[in-house]
């Protein structure tokens, strides 16, 4: 079993930025593709971010990218998304999501756990 707990959202303005964290335990995330995705209210969950295993390849939605950066220590089973340039759009709740493959995904049924999320709000 994996534990994801995320943290670092928060209220901002636009223009502003947020760095989210998802810290894992219960296994190591070395061998878990990792990713972000977001619900805003009265919407579908969708994709945002993805980061293979070792960290060697990401993906991103078109709508974030250039402007989010996901990475990952996984010395310390952490992974981060690292959001600029916020725009009132991407006011969501964020969530963390674990794969046990190695490549990325955006599919958000291909992940097997996922932590509780942490709600980012965008003021224009």
């Known amino acids: 079993q994996v534990q994801l707990v995320e943290s670092g959202g928060g209220l901002v303005q636009a223009g502003a930025s947020l760095r989210l964290s998802c810290a894992a335990s219960?296994?190591?995330?070395?061998?878990?593709?990792m990713g972000w995705f977001r619900q805003a209210p009265g919407k579908e969950r969708e994709f945002v971010a993805s980061i293979s295993a070792s960290g060697g390849s990401t993906r991103y939605a078109d709508s974030v990218k250039g402007r989010f950066t996901i990475s990952r220590d996984n010395g310390k089973n952490t992974v981060y998304l690292e959001m600029n340039s916020l725009e009132p759009e991407d006011m969501a709740v964020y969530y963390c999501?674990?794969?046990?493959?190695?490549?990325?995904?955006?599919?958000?049924?291909?992940?097997?756990?996922w932590g509780q999320g942490t709600q980012v709000t965008v003021s224009s």
């Open positions: 219960g296994r190591t995330l070395s061998s878990y593709a």
């Open positions: 999501a674990a794969r046990p493959v190695w490549y990325t995904g955006i599919d958000a049924n291909d992940y097997n756990y």
